[in-house]
């Protein structure tokens, strides 16, 4: 156990990690290391359909290649086999937080929809922003294949504090409706997992890119339903771009980590490069991972109000 925060590093295996995930990194262990507190290694492979075992692979060997150092959820533990910290070994806790759920009176059901029957609904904001109208709550569909499972939740606000981007509002009902948990096809969500994960692993600072702010509401309100005393605190903090103003992505192969590095540039490089990109230091010089602490040593614009 550390006296400071304990924190997470999150990648889903889809992909190949780029610098926009080492901006990330650059912030979990920068802060965590500044704060004396705790990297957690989780893998997120809940989408059963595009995750894959390479990936994974070589994203535990960019880690070690980096030189970034986890507290819980080391890169040999993934390697030997199966890892509480991975999420498509832990479906056994995703089934008991569904009855935890149940057992403390939160309505569940069944939902068949398609994404064009969400869309016909006129949820007009893509992927997991879709806002769902609520077709399936009182259609009595049991969940099971070509099923899922979908949470009723209230229509309240949640607020809290990002420590990066100050006071924060939002209104899940509005903005998603009814949380989907597990997908027609059998996949656990992300909004699910990360909740279910966050608060069985001790995760209490969430630090993370600017575009998952709008999930956090709802991430708060899912961890309160499942019965989570102290929400976590959080920091999102920016994306880089590309020059062009679109967002990093892995399909991007010039920002892939393991092409820069075949290209001849190193750790250290590249760390220097991703700090520099997201306005951490002025220049590019190479920058070790011990010396990450030092650029969080200040407290985050709002992180007094945590205090
Ligand atoms: N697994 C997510 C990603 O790779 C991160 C999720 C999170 O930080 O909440 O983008």
Avoid at 123 to 129: A, I, L, T
Avoid at 219 to 228: C, F, P, S
Wanted: net charge neutral; with cysteine.
């Amino acid at each position: 156990m550390t006296a400071g925060p304990t924190t997470r590093f999150a990648p889903a295996p889809t992909g190949y990690l780029h610098l926009g995930h080492l901006v990330n990194a650059i912030h979990v262990w920068g802060i965590a290391r500044a704060r004396g507190g705790a990297v957690v290694l989780r893998i997120e492979d809940h989408d059963r359909g595009r995750s894959r075992p390479e990936y994974e692979a070589a994203l535990l060997d960019d880690l070690d290649w980096l030189g970034l150092e986890v507290d819980r959820g080391s890169t040999t533990e993934f390697r030997v086999g199966s890892s509480p910290l991975r999420q498509s070994d832990n479906a056994t806790r995703y089934h008991a937080a569904l009855d935890s759920l149940r057992s403390a009176g939160h309505q569940l059901y069944g939902c068949d929809c398609s994404r064009k029957d969400l869309a016909r609904e006129g949820g007009d904001e893509p992927d997991h922003h879709t806002c769902y109208g609520g077709r399936c709550r009182d259609r009595g569909l049991e969940p099971g294949p070509g099923v899922g499972i979908r949470l009723v939740i209230e229509n309240r606000p949640e607020s809290f504090t990002d420590l990066i981007r100050g006071p924060q509002r939002q209104r899940p009902a509005l903005q998603c409706g009814d949380p989907l948990l597990r997908d027609r096809l059998g996949n656990w969500t992300y909004q699910f997992c990360v909740v279910v994960d966050d608060l069985e692993q001790g995760v209490d600072l969430i630090i993370r890119g600017e575009d998952l702010l709008e999930s956090t509401g709802r991430q708060l309100m899912l961890a309160r339903m499942l019965g989570r005393a102290a929400p976590p605190r959080f920091a999102h903090h920016s994306l880089i771009r590309h020059p062009d103003g679109a967002k990093l992505s892995k399909a991007n192969h010039d920002t892939s980590l393991r092409e820069l590095r075949a290209a001849g540039q190193t750790a250290a490089d590249l760390l220097g490069r991703a700090a520099n990109l997201a306005g951490l230091m002025p220049d590019a010089r190479p920058l070790a991972p011990g010396a990450l602490a030092p650029l969080f040593r200040a407290p985050l614009r709002f992180e007094h109000t945590m205090l």
